[in-house]
Structures are given as C-alpha cells and as structure tokens.
C-alpha cells in the first residue's frame, strides 16, 4: 500500500457527522490533593461519515480520554456528545436508552491482548455480540469475518493467550466490524505491536477504510501512519485541541509550535523528566529474564 | 604473560532457556582481549548478548543464564574455567561495573549520600569523612551535576532520572577499579550531559586505567572507545581499531548499523518504504 | 489542609469508624439475647425487683435512646458495669490487658525473629534441603490450633517432663509455653511472606549493583536486603493482629493465664455479657492503635513514604 | 507508550520469564504436594461423610466399664476401640469420624455464605465503585478489624450454641476476607481493556460480572475459600474450647477437644487426637490452596504463550 491516497480536501456539506463531540471537558480527581483536575477540556471535534479523522499528541495530552469519551465508557464533565444526531450523553455515563444508536461506535485499543477477556474463547465472544446485536450481526457468519480479517479460520478456537499480539489486534477489529458499526475509534491500534504486525493491521484499517463505509477515529503519535490512513487531523496538547484541518495542509504547513514538533521529532517522544528510556527499563532478553 | 595485558577472555559460551523450555544461545564462542589503558567498545543491539557477557565477566550472569565454557583470565591468572571460578575477587576495586538500568541499581532507602560515603569507607578506609565527602563532591561536579549538597542529602526517588544516572557512575568510579564496565551508562542522559561524562570516562582511562564501554550506538562508541567489538546474536562479528571499523573495514551487518539501518524489513514488504525508515531511526534513538 | 495533617485526620478517623462500628455491632448483638434480668435476679424474681432493674439499667427506654445514651457513655470511656462483679468493665479489664500485652509481645517478637531466619535460610538457599524444611515448618505452624498446640506442649514439658510449669505466672519460665503457643501464627505468616519478600528483593537491580561493587553476601544481606524486606513483614503482622488476639484468648484458657483471655472465660461461665461487650470495644481500640503504629513503622522503614 | 519497548530487529527466541530450573522443581513438588493434600482430604472427607453406614460404635454410646481405654497400640488397649475411648467410655474412633462430618459440613456451609456475601460486596464495592464502594469498603474493613473471637463468643452467648448459630457465627467472621480480595481484584478488572471494550460494545452491568468479572474472579475466589476452610476450622475448634460449640449430642472435633482437656494427663490421647485431625484437615487444605495459587498466579508459571 505505498500508495498515499490523496485526501479529499473539500468536505461534502451533506455528508452526515458519526460523530460530534462538543466543547466536553472531563476532569480526574487527582488522589493525592483532593483537587479536580482537567484532562480534557473544551474540545470539540466531528468525524463525518466515511471519513478517517486523527486525533494525534503527546502521551498525556488527552487524546485517549478524548477516545473513551467518543466511546461512551468516560464520563464528562461538560460537554455534549452526538452520535448520529442523537445525544448518547449530557455528561452521565451512557445508559441503555439510545438503542438506535447503539453499536454504532465500536473501540480497538491498544492492548491487543489486553483487550480480550483471557477467560472467553474468541469464537464465544463473538457469540455473546451476537446475542446482544441479533439484528446488526445478521449480516457475516465468523468465518466470513476471519476472511475479512486474514486469520484462519481455526483461530475461533482459541483463547486470547494463545494468540499473537498482531492476530489479538485483528481479532479485535473482528469483534468491533461483526456488530456492522459506523464508526471505528481506534486508540493508538498499532503501537504495542511489532512492526511486520504493525503493517498488517495498518492494512486492515486502511481496508475497512476503502471498503466497508466505516468512518475512523484514529488515535495514535505515529504520524506516518496517520499520514496514510487519514483526510483529517486533530493535534492535542495538555487537554486542548489546538489545531485541525485537513491532513496535508497540516503536515506542510503546520501552524503551531508543537504541532511542528509533533512532526519534527516523528511525534514520537518519551514524556520528558522521567529520566526512563527504553535502555533503562531493559532492552536486552538477559534484562527481561 | 604479557606485563599489560589485564582480562583476557576466551572461547566464552552461554545459554539460556527460552519460554518452551529449549535452549538458545546467548553468546557464542566470544574472544576479548583488554589491556591496560584500553577502551574497548562492545556494540550490540538487543539480545546481542553484551549485556550478558560484561555481566558473566565478574560472576554476576542472570540466574536463568548457565556459562558453558570458556576460561576468563584476570593478569594472566585464570578467574574462570571449567574448574574454577574465582570471579567474585573481581568485583569492585578490580572490576567496577555499571549495568544497563543503573536507575535502579542505588538503593531506594538510604540517602545517596551515605551510599556513596560507604563505598569509599570500603574501598579507602584510610580517608576521613572530609576527604571522602571531597573526593564524592569533586567526582559529581566533573559530571557537571550541580546542587550536590542537596542531592548528597536526598533518598533516591527525590532527584530526577539524569542526576541518578550520574550518581550511579560515581558509585562504580568511586572504588577506583582498573577497569570499569559500563553498560549504556549514559542512556537517560541528554546530549550535554552526555558530553561530560565522555570527558570524565577519558579522563579516567589515562591514568593507565581501562573502559569496557557498552552500546547500542556505534557512534557514540566512536568517540569513546580505541577498538570495538561488534555482537550479533552473541557472536562476534567484527573485532578491531574503531577507526577501521568506522571507516567501513567491517561485516556487512556492522556496516548496515553504520549507516544506521538495521537490516531488516516488514515480513510482506507492504509498509510504505518511508516510515520504514522513520520507525527505524526512532528505535535507535 | 496540609498533607501530615491530612494523614493524622484520615487515620484518626477511620480508627474511631472501626471502633464505633465494633461498638455498634455489640450493642444490637447485646439486645437480641433478650431481657439480662432475668440473668441477675433469677427466675423466681418479684415483677417489681425485675421493673426496678430495669429502670436502673435502663431497658425500659426505647432502643434508639438506649443506642444513644451507649455511644455518649463511650465517648467518655465509660464502658458499663460488670453484671456479675458489680463494678466497672474498664477496671476489670485495664490490669488485665498488661499481661496479655506482656504474652503476646513475646510471642509476636519471637516468633518473627524466628520466622525471618525461616525466611532467610529459605530464600538465600532456595530449592535446598533448608529452604524444603523452612517451607514445611512455616506450613505446619499455619495449620495447628494454637490452644491444642498449648495442649500438647504443657502434656510434654509440664506433665511428662516436668521441665517448665503448667501454668500461671511467676518468673519467666511460665512465659515459653504460652509464648510458642502463641508465636507459631507470626513465625508461620513471617516465614512465608518473609521469604517471598527476600526472593524478590535478591532480584532487585541494586542488590546485583552492590555484589558488583565488591560486598560480600552477607553485608548485601544485613546492609540491603534486610531493611528492603521488612516491610511486607511488617504488613502482614498489622494484619495479623485479630488472628493473634483470637488466639491468645484462647490460649490464656489453657495456661490460666491472667489476661484477658481468661477473663473472657470467666465472663462467659458467668454469662456477663456486657463485660464481654466492653471487651470487645477494647479489643477494638487496642487493634487501631497496633495498626498506627505499624503505619508509623512503614515511615521509618521506607524514606519513599516519608518524604515526597 | 511507544514502541521502542516491545521492538525486536532480530527474531531471537525469547527466554524464560522466572522459572530458573530450581524454580521449576519447585513448582513440580508443590504440584505433587497440592496433589498429595487433595487426596488426603479426599479420603477425610470421604469417610466422614459414610461413617453412619460403617460398622463402628455409636458415638454417643455411654459405657463406664470401657472408661479411658487407650488406643490399641498402648498396653490396655485393644481392636475393639481402635483408637481408644473417652472419660465416658465413648469410642473415640466413632466420635472422630462423626465429629468430622459435622464439622465439614458446618465449615463448608459456613465457607459458601461467607464466599457469596463476600462476593456480591466485593463486586459490587469494586466494580461500581463511588460512594457505594467507601461504604462497603469501611465496613470491610471495620468488620476485619474486630478481634473474631471477642465478636462470636459475645453473639453465640446472646442467641445460643446450635449448629446454625455456629455457621452464621463463622460466616460474620470470615466474609470480610472474601469481600476485601474479591473487591481488589474487581478494581484491577475494571481497569482492563476488556472490560472498557465490553463497556464500549454496551454488554451491561449484569452480562459483564456475569460473564466476565466473576470467571475471571473464580479462580481466586476458590484459592481463598480453601484457605478459609481451614481458618474456620480453627476457629470452630477456639469458639468450642472456650464451651462456646455445639451441645451435645451433636459433636465436632473442636467439642472432643475441649471435653477432654481435664484428663490431658491421664488420657491425651482425647486430645491429642481431634486435633490432629484438625491438624491434617487444615495442612491439606493449605497444601491445596498453595499449589491452587501456584497455578493461577499469572506472576509465576506463566503458559508458553506471551
């Protein structure tokens, strides 16, 4: 896939928004001085129909809170959210009520494994999303969908342990496409993975992309990656969006300081100060033993 | 026996288990020859087994990790063989070691300064407590590590990442060993930082003292180092003057990591060729 | 609010929690035996004798009120008046909480000092013929109902043997027995967690970082490791504090010891429930403070929680 | 995080997490130990729960004549009581068998409330978390901080010794273990990936514990009822030595217990007895549980996978 496809630069009007997510801040409290703590705070951000949005920062720039906002699983302080027109919350948890909705946004995270319950085989956690989406899940048997994502067939059999950290990644864009979503977020789905895994899966977004009409929140610091895969960027910075628009002009010509840096440095930092670095947490196997 | 020659290493051979239970090579069949005043580089990536090698030098090889041959001689008298193992004299005013997480490797619950107190009251009895507090101050100032009184007065967990690092260098300097081995002893440190500890590491090899200087980065080595020793997969690939090898006289795997691409590439080829690159600047770095 | 008054605040008040919850429970446990009247005065008791009583003890109020005028009294330290002895708890209890105090100290400190060495030879030798021995000791101790450990020990050393006495108090001789008895729960839980704690600390990057700075073993033992390791030891001592007092109860029984554990089987032979009560509530307050103290320990033990 | 840390140049073989090969052994004799203590507290178990249909002596039979006879090994003793007789004449084998199924079957029962109490306020507490949790969690933790012992003599002295007194008395002190666990573990749960991408797919509230937190709980939760198992049988043994067990005729080995105390120098074998079986009951279960944790500790003894 060395072609970069070129992104659409004018946005359709009548093009739908999946998702819109407005002026929503979201607080912590930190434990050790009791005080409310913004981690997100006043962003907004749409991700329209078919289109592969990016979310892109520092660690610790919100942008994975950002991504569970979008999924219905943080709660916000402020803000509103809409999923297709419909408001999935004012700042509660999402409840039961907008089943219309529902299964519309489905997640990858970046803890392939991780994200799989080590105790369900995979073919019975499909089983499970079939249950609770008899209608939406109609639509491709599991074998169909190992095809969709080039795993075999007999992988169904298996638990999460047994699988590879990419063929986990896959596994979970299986479960997240059998509910025929809308909309995909993505947080950072590559980055805990090897590189030949990294490609593969990279492929498969990209695949869902072209193919399937999914619309993409793509979370991630990689902006290469980001650069293949999306029309549009969101740049974060200490809880704030503090640039978009459209991939290109924002990668030629950035108009922030640290969205330059972003590019510069491959977006690809350790948070400063921690004095930790790949070498002192041990890059050799004798370290790992 | 050679008036100079102060470690020799020969024929060194180590496994370890892997997770199934089989046995994989860690080095293979390693030669190594230190003399005094020497800065010999040992370059690797990871699991190129260097960590292992300066580790098994004075005995201290992860518990998973058996040697299976090879003899290790200190001064022409035999440290290591098949039938003896005398390693442990080795460690401290010998054979001075800084291993790879030295963050980690001062201890948590006392104050950094009576740690390093400690390690000159065991090593130079003869000096009182001025003295070694001047000797500790003069050796942390050259690693341009300001605010020493403080950091002297601090535990461990209150000063950041970088003037740890330092402090851990000082700890193995501190004993004055003939030779010390420094595995990536200056991975959490910036550039400038890193300059001075360069400066120091040299200041200390030309008093006849040696450096076993342990890397991933060939250019760093550079600078550093007189001869180099390139590890892959725990076998020798190249061994000489760092000037030849930096000027290409070397294995073609020691010449992709001089032009600083590791040879190697995504299994189906499909990843775009540029972020190839960038992926693999940023594992380096 | 600063952060050690902060601290001071947050534990002062889930100590009182503990202890009014502990109160609480009492107080309603006390009140579903029914009418203690009937207990004092007997069976064949004039109405009026038993109305009189219960006028003076106040059962004839409403529960709420009496739950009341219960948690005011304890607010002050007023813990009741023994049914059978007629005077108040508290002095019944205060001279006996010194012996046991005295008992348990030794058995608690020798049982860890012996339950470390356990956890040393097992750790520094793991796999070997001590590290089995220490392992199984540890287990066994776990398993062995300390007042029938108590049993078996005064049918040895007392009755058979006629080494040490059979009970009572006197010199220190009539400690051992008691204390062993006693002991085998902190030696059984220190030479566990003891020995996890040492094997973890051993694998510490600073322990390799002193062996290569020239140190021989046994300095890295006293000078690191030892220190590093306590402090999981002394966790699971604060949380062993309920299971030691349990069997101390219970041993005392045995070797007639004067603490409280004999006065509970006192209380219980004279079914005086609201001596019982008051144990109970000081039993409680004697469990907070031993947990503020070990949380005064973890200060002195890791300069990491100390200072920030 | 970035990638640097899981990126390997070269496809090198990983090696081993912990097991060093003393290690290793190790954990192969903890296996045959935990084997070992199933199979002995199987055939306890087993025998115990038949001894009405073997042919041996009423336990409650009272005979003066047979009064202390010693068990068969000693002089005075004979087959026809195996392993003695009481101050009653009561045949002590009998009374060991049928002290035992009492004694299991109240523990067991008492186990099982304890571990569904404890669990429902562990989940509950953990998983939901908020203001729910800081009540449940004060109370856990005020309910572990009560001496067990002052608490049940003090209800069982209230509402009387019977059998069920005796399982609710045993379950009251032994919940907080299961609640305290159960709660930690709930938390680490909720914090998984799997459990936010369960979240994201709108599994509910119920599907989630149902299908996922409690099979992810359990084998946990079976490590702790096992070690419970034998805490309470403990701590039955103390309640009844103090005369706070059941009355008799039923019998457990913590009432033999304390009925023979005052013959300890002329008969210890009325002692000595029950509370060796107490003794190898409690060693068992432990034995169990440790090589139980072995197994499921994901620290130690991973599977060949990741």
């Not at chain 2, 130079?124 to 000797?135: F, G, I, T, V, Y």
């Not at chain 2, 081995?181 to 200056?186: G, H, K």
């Not at chain 3, 907070?288 to 033990?301: K, R």
């Not at chain 4, 978390?129 to 067990?148: E, N």
Request: a neutral charge; hydrophobic letters at 45%; aromatic letters at 6%.
């Amino acid at each position: 896939m060395t072609n970069s496809a070129t992104p659409t630069l004018l946005i359709p009007q009548t093009r739908m928004a999946e998702l819109d997510i407005s002026s929503v801040s979201v607080s912590y409290r930190n434990h050790r001085t009791g005080k409310q703590q913004d981690v997100v705070t006043d962003a907004s951000l749409e991700v329209l129909e078919r289109e592969s949005v990016a979310l892109v920062g520092e660690s610790g720039s919100g942008k994975s809170t950002l991504a569970r906002v979008a999924l219905g699983v943080q709660s916000i302080k402020t803000g509103e959210v809409l999923i297709r027109n419909q408001s999935r919350y004012a700042t509660k948890r999402v409840t039961g009520q907008d089943s219309e909705v529902m299964g519309d946004v489905q997640g990858v995270f970046q803890d392939a494994v991780g994200s799989l319950d080590p105790r369900q085989r995979i073919d019975r956690g499909l089983g499970e999303l079939r249950r609770r989406y008899p209608k939406r899940t109609e639509w491709i048997s599991d074998a169909e969908l190992m095809e969709q994502v080039e795993l075999p067939i007999d992988l169904l059999r298996r638990y999460p342990g047994q699988l590879s950290g990419g063929q986990a990644q896959r596994i979970a864009v299986a479960r997240a496409l059998v509910v025929k979503p809308r909309l995909i977020v993505a947080d950072e789905p590559t980055s805990a993975l090897d590189l030949s895994a990294q490609a593969q899966v990279a492929r498969l977004l990209m695949h869902l992309r072209n193919d399937h009409d999914v619309a993409l929140l793509f979370v991630s610091h990689d902006l290469a990656l980001v650069r293949q895969l999306c029309d549009r960027i969101y740049v974060m910075e200490n809880g704030r969006i503090i640039e978009s628009g459209a991939i290109e002009t924002v990668m030629t010509c950035p108009q922030s300081v640290s969205t330059r840096r972003l590019i510069e440095e491959g977006g690809l930092h350790e948070v400063p100060g921690t004095g930790m670095n790949e070498h002192a947490r041990g890059d050799t196997p004798e370290a790992r033993v | 026996m050679s008036s100079n020659n102060l470690l020799s290493i020969q024929g060194l051979c180590a496994t370890a288990r892997d997770v199934n239970g089989g046995v994989i090579q860690i080095l293979r069949d390693v030669n190594l020859e230190l003399e005094e005043g020497d800065r010999l580089g040992i370059i690797g990536q990871s699991g190129s087994g260097k960590t292992t090698l300066i580790r098994a030098i004075v005995g201290l090889e992860h518990p998973t990790i058996k040697i299976e041959s090879g003899t290790i001689k200190f001064r022409g008298e035999t440290m290591y063989s098949d039938s003896c193992d005398r390693r442990a004299e080795l460690r401290g005013s010998t054979l001075g070691a800084i291993f790879q997480s030295a963050i980690r490797s001062i201890y948590p619950f006392r104050r950094i300064g009576s740690q390093l107190r400690e390690i000159v009251k065991f090593h130079h009895p003869e000096l009182d407590k001025a003295q070694s507090l001047n000797r500790i101050e003069q050796l942390l100032r050259g690693m341009s590590l300001k605010d020493t009184d403080r950091i002297l007065r601090s535990y461990p967990h209150q000063v950041s990442g970088g003037q740890l690092q330092r402090v851990a260098i000082a700890l193995a300097m501190l004993a004055d060993p003939d030779v010390l081995m420094a595995d990536e002893c200056t991975s959490a440190l910036d550039k400038g930082t890193e300059a001075d500890v360069v400066r120091l590491l040299d200041r200390f090899t030309n008093d006849g003292r040696s450096l076993l200087f342990v890397t991933h980065d060939l250019r760093l080595a550079g600078r550093v180092c007189d001869r180099m020793l390139v590890l892959l997969r725990g076998e020798v690939q190249d061994s000489g003057a760092a000037a030849e090898i930096l000027a290409g006289a070397c294995t073609e795997y020691t010449r992709s990591l001089l032009e600083a691409m590791p040879p190697w590439k995504p299994a189906d080829g499909s990843w775009p060729a540029d972020s190839v690159v960038e992926l693999a600047d940023r594992t380096r770095s | 609010m600063n952060p050690l008054a902060r601290k001071v605040f947050t534990r002062v008040g889930t100590g009182l929690i503990t202890v009014i919850f502990a109160a609480t429970i009492v107080f309603f446990l006390a009140r579903v035996t029914g009418d203690p009247t009937h207990q004092i005065l007997g069976e064949n008791a004039s109405q009026e004798a038993i109305d009189q009583l219960r006028n003076q003890l106040g059962l004839d109020q409403s529960i709420f009120v009496q739950y009341a005028e219960f948690l005011s009294k304890l607010a002050v330290g007023d813990l009741g008046t023994s049914l059978r002895y007629g005077i108040p708890n508290i002095e019944l209890i205060l001279p006996r909480l010194g012996n046991s105090f005295l008992l348990t100290a030794v058995a608690v400190a020798g049982g860890s000092a012996i339950g470390y060495i356990l956890a040393l030879l097992g750790a520094t030798k793991r796999g070997s013929l001590w590290d089995k021995l220490s392992t199984s000791i540890a287990g066994i101790a776990q398993s062995i109902p300390p007042f029938w450990l108590g049993l078996v020990l005064v049918y040895f050393f007392a009755l058979r043997l006629e080494w040490l006495p059979s009970g009572g108090v006197g010199d220190w001789t009539h400690v051992i027995l008691p204390a062993v008895a006693i002991g085998m729960i902190p030696l059984a839980y220190v030479t566990r967690v003891g020995r996890t704690s040492i094997v973890s600390v051993l694998a510490e990057d600073y322990v390799l970082a002193a062996r290569s700075r020239g140190f021989s073993e046994r300095q890295v033992l006293l000078k690191h490791v030892l220190r590093a390791s306590a402090i999981p030891v002394v966790t699971v001592i604060g949380l062993l504090t309920g299971a030691i007092l349990s069997s101390t109860v219970t041993v005392e029984v045995v070797f007639s010891w004067p603490g409280i554990g004999s006065l509970a089987n006192q209380a219980i032979q004279g079914r005086d429930f609201t001596l019982l009560q008051a144990m109970a509530i000081v039993t409680a307050v004697v469990f907070v403070l031993i947990n503020f103290i070990v949380d005064l320990l973890y200060e002195v033990l890791d300069p990491r929680i100390r200072t920030r | 995080m970035t990638i640097q840390t899981d990126f390997r140049p070269d496809d090198e073989p990983q090696v081993a997490e912990v097991p060093p090969v003393d290690t290793r052994r190790k954990l192969l004799l903890r296996k045959g130990s935990g084997i070992l203590g199933a199979a002995f507290f199987g055939i306890a178990v087993l025998l115990c729960l038949i001894a009405p249909w073997l042919p041996i002596a009423d336990p409650n039979l009272n005979d003066l004549n047979e009064a202390l006879r010693p068990p068969f090994w000693l002089s005075g003793g004979d087959m026809s009581h195996p392993l003695g007789t009481d101050q009653l004449g009561r045949d002590m084998m009998s009374r060991l068998l049928f002290g035992g199924r009492l004694t299991l079957v109240m523990v067991l029962a008492a186990v099982l409330l304890a571990a569904v109490v404890g669990l429902l306020v562990g989940i509950v507490a953990g998983y939901r978390g908020g203001v729910i949790d800081t009540i449940l969690s004060r109370l856990t933790d005020a309910q572990l901080a009560l001496p067990f012992i002052l608490l049940a003599l003090t209800i069982v002295l209230a509402v009387g010794s019977t059998v069920q007194t005796m399982i609710m008395v045993l379950a009251l002190g032994s919940w907080a273990n299961f609640a305290r666990i159960v709660r930690g573990e709930a938390i680490g749960l909720r914090k998984r990936t799997f459990v936010v991408a369960l979240e994201s797919a709108h599994i509910g509230f119920f599907g989630i514990v149902l299908r996922h937190i409690f099979p992810n709980l359990l084998p946990l939760l079976l490590v702790v009822a096992v070690l419970q198992f034998g805490v309470m049988t403990l701590s039955e043994a103390g309640l009844s030595f103090l005369a706070m067990g059941v009355h008799p005729p039923q019998l457990t080995w913590g009432t033999m217990l304390a009925g023979g105390k005052d013959y300890l120098d002329s008969a210890w074998w009325i002692v000595v007895l029950p509370g060796l079986c107490i003794v190898l009951a409690t060693l068992s279960l432990n034995m169990i549980a440790d090589a139980a944790r072995d197994k499921f500790d994901p620290t130690i003894g991973r599977g060949a996978n990741k």
